[in-house]
């Protein structure tokens, strides 16, 4: 079944027609003036695939929409300020393409609340959507490399739900900093976890510890893990009993 109405909801089980190349009149165009919010996850492959530390790409690449209420902030992919276009796009196509952020992956679908899809675009615009290519969603996702990114933002979800269902009462700014280092600085967060008083209060796994060192994606996982320790309360973290803290908060570090 091919279903080509922009407000139609599709399930994984549908196909729908679709093929993006250089050569279609419309290429690189949807790489302009769009609004993509990256997840932590977007931003460690990012700045991997650039090369650059995560401040260094936070400082050039992203927008940063902080709200006193909201403990979370939105990170937003700069677009140029003259042309509107993504940094990251040529007249060759998205020069990062193997680690473009979430959206641009799922384009021309996006996701409903619901789990099912729908056109975020439609033929007029996307040429791709008049190719004569076939494809389920289920193995266009695939395809996409999406089930990694599925997997880690689902773990993200575990600790922005809760924020969002409760009503913060957290007036220290240095909790917000450690928050958005943790997610979103992870060089930084590293430095933090290695090179302050955390190992030596909090109960590690050596193997943990060792594959936090290394790997950025593990990092993250753990980030996850202190932010629900330190501002959701779930025992995701044991306290050392040599070092008996008068607050199991992010407040004392
Ligand atoms: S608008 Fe559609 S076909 Fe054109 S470049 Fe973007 S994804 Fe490809
Ligand atoms: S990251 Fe790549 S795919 Fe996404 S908007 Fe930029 S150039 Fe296009």
Request: proline share 5%.
């Given at each position: 079944?091919?279903?080509?109405e922009s407000l139609v909801r599709m399930d994984a089980e549908d196909t729908f027609k679709f093929n993006c190349m250089p050569g279609v009149s419309c290429f690189t165009q949807c790489c302009q003036d769009v609004t993509i919010i990256l997840t932590?996850?977007?931003?460690?492959?990012?700045?991997?695939?650039?090369?650059?530390?995560?401040?260094?790409?936070?400082?050039?690449?992203?927008?940063?929409?902080?709200?006193?209420?909201?403990?979370?902030?939105?990170?937003m992919l700069k677009m140029n300020e003259d042309d509107k276009k993504c940094p990251f796009v040529s007249e060759d196509g998205c020069h990062i393409y193997n680690d473009r952020p979430w959206p641009c992956r799922m384009?021309?679908?996006?996701?409903?609340?619901?789990?099912?899809?729908?056109?975020?675009?439609?033929?007029s615009r996307c040429k791709g959507l008049s190719e004569n290519i076939s494809w389920r969603i289920s193995d266009w996702l695939v395809e996409q490399g999406i089930p990694i990114y599925e997997e880690v933002n689902a773990l993200f979800s575990e600790v922005i739900n809760p924020l969002r269902a409760q009503s913060l009462d957290i007036d220290n700014p240095k909790i917000y900093k450690m928050v958005f280092m943790a997610l979103y600085n992870l060089d930084k967060f590293r430095e933090f976890v290695f090179n302050s008083s955390f190992l030596s209060k909090f109960e590690v796994d050596p193997v943990i510890i060792e594959k936090i060192k290394r790997n950025d994606l593990d990092l993250l996982k753990f980030?996850?893990?202190?932010?629900?320790?330190g501002i959701l309360g779930q025992k995701t973290f044991q306290v050392k009993p040599?070092?008996?803290?008068?607050?199991?908060?992010?407040k004392d570090n």
């Open positions: 079944m091919d279903k080509t932590p996850y977007d931003v460690m492959r990012l700045k991997n695939s650039l090369k650059m530390s995560s401040d260094e790409f936070l400082d050039e690449y992203t927008l940063i929409f902080t709200s006193k209420d909201k403990l979370i902030p939105l990170v384009f021309p679908l996006d996701i409903n609340d619901d789990g099912t899809f729908r056109y975020i675009t439609d033929k980030s996850f893990d202190w932010i629900k320790f040599e070092a008996v803290p008068k607050d199991n908060s992010l």
